[in-house]
């Protein structure tokens, strides 16, 4: 993965184990990994999906794939016809 799609996990991993009272060192013992393996995720911009999964499992977050669909998301966050004019008179 690279720095565009860890940056924003990394963030995530680290603000809801911050909400569980957790730091960041907590969160890398907890999931096994060695203190240094944060400070090198972020000068790297990259690491393992593995890490980034044992990191997660341990502030109750999984790490899913999901199809990349531009009409659904609009349509979930309602705002499918946003900008667009409309077909009625």
């Known amino acids: 993965m690279d720095r565009n799609e860890t940056e924003p996990l ?3 991993i ?11 060192k907590d969160i890398l013992s907890r999931a096994g990994l060695g203190r240094t393996t944060l ?12 890490t980034l999964s ?5 502030v109750g977050l999984r790490l899913t794939l999901v199809p990349h669909n531009p ?12 900008g667009k004019p409309s077909a009625r008179p």
């Open 71 to 82: 009409a659904l998301d609009q349509l979930l966050n309602r705002n499918l016809f946003a």
């Open 39 to 50: 400070s090198k995720i972020k000068s790297a911009g990259d690491t393992k999906i593995s």
């Open 10 to 12: 990394l963030k995530l």
């Open 54 to 58: 044992r990191m997660a499992n341990v």
């Open 14 to 24: 680290t603000e809801t184990g911050a909400n569980q009272g957790l730091h960041e």
